[in-house]
């Protein structure tokens, strides 16, 4: 009996902590508007940390279970994202601000700078933060993943070389896909990169310093042509340096260090083991040149007599070509083998 009454005690206990948790949560409502006061549909409303979310109807109104304490995140393209705490209140009308940071920015558009939002063209811009972040040697190596649209290959492994620029992809077969490149106002027009990857007569960036750039944009649509002419089929990058200022002298000191190791280095012979395989193999030829008496266990002296006596018209010395194909380099007896250089290429290579 007291067993049934200590199960029931608990079950109580559990049903009432269920109905105090469900009890915590309440019914959120309200309007979400714009700057003009317009209500916005379609806006994300999620309760921070969680899954449960909801998204406002066509007149800007929305319902969702929260309870006191928790925050509520509203989210929508082009606005400031903005947190709402709930406390005592059922309901929250919110405001959200246009995100218009970005459409104020001054661009480069050609032929003088515009505002962003006033501009028609597809441009991307890249400020000079991009290149300082990271770790580089040439400008077009700081366009690598920046700009959408943009393609920069690789297609030379040698140091230094220049980086080919597709922009919009390639638009032609046979002719170059290299765009139009305007610094500072000048456009410099390259060629395509040849059969090699490299450039014939160079690139318009070799000579420019990554901390001299001040800004990139890259105009990628039709509109580029009307400036610039035919030279603009492929795109054009606008590149604008940094200028002189009133204030302070300043200097800038920017430094990289690395450190590079080879990998899957292949093992190679020492110099007794290379003496041991050149051996097998010169033996190997002198056993099975056919001359008579021919031996493996023969020296140096014994050879040289037999072939002679085998060939006396063409006896072996020095001048003949079977001198090193059946004999061995006498220093390689010698200890030390002096007068002989044993050289590890791969050491040479990698400069180790």
């Keep these: 009996m007291e067993n049934k009454f200590n199960l029931l005690l608990i079950i109580t206990v559990f049903a009432l902590l269920q109905t105090s948790g469900y009890a915590q949560k309440k019914e959120i409502t309200g309007i979400v508007t714009d700057p003009d006061k317009l209500s916005l549909p379609g806006v994300n409303v999620l309760v921070k940390g969680t899954n449960r979310g909801t998204s406002t109807d066509f007149d800007g109104r929305y319902k969702i279970a929260a309870s006191s304490g928790e925050t509520l995140v509203f989210s929508y393209v082009g606005v400031i ?49 991009n290149f300082t972040e990271r770790p580089i040697s040439r400008v077009d190596q700081g366009l690598i993943g920046q700009v959408a649209g943009v393609r920069v290959k690789q297609t030379t492994g040698l140091p230094g070389q220049p980086f080919s620029i597709e922009i919009r992809g390639a ?91 080879e990998v899957n280095r292949v093992d190679m012979l020492s110099s007794e083991g290379w003496i041991k395989r050149a051996k097998m193999m010169i033996d190997s030829q002198w056993v099975g040149s056919g001359i008579a008496g021919a031996s493996a266990s023969q020296t140096t002296a014994e050879r040289i007599a037999t072939y002679n006596a085998a060939n006396p018209s063409a006896p072996l010395t020095t001048s003949n070509n079977r001198y090193f194909t059946y004999l061995y380099d006498d220093r390689w007896d010698i200890p030390g083998h002096p007068g002989l250089d044993y050289i590890d290429w791969q050491d040479k290579v990698f400069r180790t």
């Design 171 to 261: 638009g032609s077969i046979t002719a170059g896909n290299e765009p139009l490149y305007v610094i500072d106002g000048f456009p410099l027009s390259t060629e395509g990169s040849n059969a090699i990857g490299g450039f014939s007569s160079g690139s318009p960036l070799d000579n420019m310093n990554p901390n001299d750039i001040a800004s990139i944009e890259v105009l990628k649509d039709a509109a580029a042509s009307s400036i610039y002419g035919s030279r603009a089929a492929n795109g054009v990058v606008l590149i604008t340096t940094k200028k002189g200022s009133k204030g302070k002298t300043k200097f800038t000191f920017n430094t990289y260090g690395g450190i590079n190791k």
């Design 81 to 129: 994202s903005k947190e709402q705490k709930i406390g005592e209140s059922n309901t929250y009308n919110i405001f959200l601000e246009s995100e218009s940071s970005n459409l104020n920015e001054v661009v480069v558009i050609g032929y003088g700078t515009q505002k962003k939002k006033l501009t028609t063209g597809a441009i991307s811009g890249i400020k000079t933060e």
